[in-house]
T-cell receptor
Framework: DARVTQTPRDKVTEMGQEVTMRCQPI?????VFWYRQTMMQGLELLAY????????DSGMPKDRFSAEMPDATLATLKIQPSEPRDSAVYFC??????????FGPGTRLTVL | GENVEQHPSTLSVQEGDSAVIKCTYS??????FPWYKQELGKRPQLIIDIRSNVGEKKDQRIAVTLNKTAKHFSLHITETQPEDSAVYFC???????????FGAGTRLFVKA
């Protein structure tokens, strides 16, 4: 049963530190999304890639967030420097063509 | 820009009753409409979907209907059970499958 995986599952850090979150999409899925969710609120799209190329990162604070796909099996989301308001659950999701998305378990980030 | 409106934001029903969640989309080029269920502390999971060439789809106790003319689609849950309690998100995908626009979510409570 193929699943999207994310690491770490939980991250507690101090303000100003760098945070890197990783995602392994389902093999063969060509579109990868990063979302942020706070307190069971809606899903805020941060960035997404198709065939590893960034298509839209307008949802990300550009000065501190960056997203990359160094290869087809790895997507990364980096925050530098982190701030308390970045505390949230970050989900990665992958999709094949125009079908539904499959979400990873999320990374719960707490910035103190 | 494209958006998906979802109503109600909160829905409380008695066990055994039916629940209906409604969504309206703005982009007439949308052609695929998935629904996701997110239980507390879990990832969103795809539960049912419908394509624009179909008016209705059913899977056991859940069904989705689509009215392309009105740009409305709805999720129907019959014989609700306490385990149906969750947040439900509707979504619309633009032709080409690149970007998914999510509704804001409906928090469903099923009272035993």
């Amino acid at each position: 049963d193929a699943r999207v995986t994310q690491t770490p599952r939980d991250k507690v850090t101090e303000m100003g530190q760098e945070v890197t979150m990783r995602c392994q999409p389902i093999l063969g899925h060509n579109t990868v999304f990063w979302y942020r969710q706070t307190m069971m609120q809606g899903l805020e799209l941060l960035a997404y890639f198709r065939n590893r190329a960034p298509l839209d990162d307008s949802g990300m604070p550009k000065d501190r967030f960056s997203a990359e796909m160094p290869d087809a099996t790895l997507a990364t989301l980096k925050i530098q420097p982190s701030e308390p308001r970045d505390s949230a659950v970050y989900f990665c999701a992958s999709q094949l063509g125009g079908r539904g998305q499959f979400f990873g378990p999320g990374t719960r980030l707490t910035v103190l | 820009g494209e958006n998906v409106e979802q109503h109600p934001s909160t829905l409380s029903v008695q066990e055994g009753d039916s629940a209906v969640i409604k969504c309206t989309y703005s982009d007439s080029a949308s052609n695929y409409f998935p629904w996701y269920k997110q239980e507390l502390g879990k990832r969103p999971q795809l539960i049912i979907d419908i394509r624009s060439n179909v008016g209705e789809k059913k899977d056991q106790r859940i069904a989705v209907t689509l009215n392309k003319t009105a740009k409305h689609f709805s999720l129907h849950i019959t014989e609700t059970q306490p385990e149906d309690s969750a947040v439900y998100f509707c979504a619309a995908i633009h032709t080409g499958g690149f970007k998914t626009i999510f509704g804001a979510g409906t928090r469903l409570f099923v009272k035993a």
